[in-house]
């Protein structure tokens, strides 16, 4: 079997108290898994141990088979920029440029090209001329799918990424993702409460009395 993109083993982590510990998780390639639970319960945090941003008190977490918080920023940096996608709840978009331009951004920095299938399937092609400012939250929050995935990143992190959208639209953007797994051999973990959303991973895990299981 080949090698995990995502290894975590004896995770635990604490601010004022402890949010988890002893969290064991493998993502695989082509695979999708959810992580659900109530508000509070530490799912962001736990997300943003695995995704570089939070080192945590105790244990270990690979991606790509190699630890991850004993790399130097710049390596860190590049896994970033090259290697992983993320997708928040809040999309963080340029507002004085367009959404073409937003992309862009992304694209240059990774060195890839715009995905124009991507466009279609998350249906703002029409939109990429458009200021963020005049487009609706659901589409701003298209616009910044758009941008993780034009990247191609190895896994998609994923943050409550359909929060904020209608059923039809959340619907669409899990489409999106899950198409963009099974094509690329990528791998995605999304944090999320929509137990519904949730289901449509291959593999649900819920963080509940500082417990993942």
Request: hydrophobic residues 40%.
């Amino acid at each position: 079997m080949s090698q995990p993109l995502l290894e975590a083993s004896s995770i635990s982590h604490s601010f004022d108290t402890l949010l988890f510990s002893n969290v064991h998780l493998a993502l695989n390639a082509f695979q999708s898994t959810a992580i659900i639970g109530r508000s509070g319960s530490g799912k962001s945090t736990l997300l943003h141990i695995f995704s570089t941003f939070i080192k945590p008190d105790e244990g270990s977490v690979k991606l790509f088979g190699k630890e991850l918080y004993t790399q130097s920023d710049a390596a860190i940096e590049a896994l970033r920029r090259y290697e992983i996608g993320i997708i928040f709840q809040f999309h963080y978009l340029f507002k004085g440029m367009s959404a073409m331009d937003n992309i862009e951004v992304a694209t240059m920095l990774s060195g890839e090209k715009i995905d124009e299938a991507i466009l279609e399937k998350l249906e703002i092609k029409e939109l990429m001329h458009q200021k963020i400012g005049e487009l609706s939250g659901g589409q701003q929050q298209r616009v910044s799918i758009a941008r993780v995935l034009s990247k191609k990143p190895r896994i998609i992190f994923a943050d409550e990424p359909t929060g904020n959208l209608d059923k039809e639209t959340a619907s669409l953007v899990m489409d999106v993702l899950l198409d963009y797994i099974k094509e690329t051999g990528a791998g995605l973990l999304l944090v999320t409460h929509d137990e519904q959303m949730a289901g449509l991973c291959d593999t649900v895990y819920r963080l509940k009395d500082k417990v993942l299981a």
